[in-house]
């Protein structure tokens, strides 16, 4: 099995598939209300998000703080943001893209 990275109208999705028309009825099983943009096979069988061209660099771990937001706002995005500065005191940007960039990894 490869690793695909499957982009429709509205989602970026990592996923294994044995072949690219797999990976496409994939992407349609899960959103068929959306077009399917591009398919592209990774080089690699794992998939790198870079946290530094996220923007999420300091002395806190983001992704805990941020998970523990999301967790407590019970998956809502904008009171997580809202926990997220109150715990950090980070801005809103910053506190967004932690928070977002976290959602999109699945919390």
């Not at 068929?32 to 002395?59: C, F, M, Q, T, Y």
């Amino acid at each position: 099995m490869a690793l695909y990275e499957i982009e429709t109208t509205a989602h970026i999705m990592i996923s294994w598939a044995e072949s690219e028309q797999q990976a496409r009825e994939q992407a349609q099983e899960h959103y068929p209300e959306e077009d399917v943009l591009r398919i592209r096979k990774r080089p690699r069988d794992s998939w790198v998000i870079s946290k530094r061209l996220l923007g999420l660099e300091g002395n806190i771990n983001p992704c805990d703080t941020a998970r523990e937001c999301l967790a407590r706002a019970s998956g809502d995005k904008v009171h997580a943001i809202r926990l997220y500065m109150i715990d950090t005191g980070a801005d809103l940007h910053e506190a967004q893209r932690a928070i977002e960039a976290n959602m999109s990894l699945g919390w």
